[in-house]
């Protein structure tokens, strides 16, 4: 697992903020530790799934939603984030997507779930991927209205 530093994650969240991104219903995809879903709640996010292959991981997650008392705002879903489509049915106003640096799957299945259902209508997503991948990614239909590099890290918004 490799957490987003806090540099990163508050330089997401403050873009966030400035592109006015509907917090109501958020999907953390490759959750890790469920830090990135965790602090969309605590600025005011309504609620968030939990995507996350992991069991430990998961309990992680479970655990650190009881420890900030958002577990009532959110649920965890053991799962691969390929299985996402197909398992969740609500479209979601904000996507996060971390996936491990190493995942040569992730491209795809991205843009899979850019193109499904779980995107909601005027959705936004965040996708966080090593810089040494190149370019942002495409993600059709959706449009990349903000991207910036912090280190080995390529964070990257998108918007429908």
Known sequence: ???????????????????EVDLSRVLDLYAGSGALGI????RGGGWCDFVERDGANVAVIRENLMLTALAER???????VDRAPERLAEPYSLLLADPPYDDDAAPATLERIAASALVGSEA???L???YRRGPPQELPPL??????RYGDTLVSIYRR
């Open 1 to 19: 697992m490799r957490p987003t530093t806090d540099l990163v994650r508050g330089a997401i969240f403050d873009a966030l903020e400035a592109q």
């Open 124 to 126: 936004t997503l965040v």
């Open 39 to 42: 602090e969309a709640l605590s």
């Open 74 to 80: 959110g649920r965890v879903h053991r799962m691969a």
């Open 128 to 130: 966080e991927q090593s």
């Open 143 to 148: 449009e990349l209205t903000w991207s910036r």
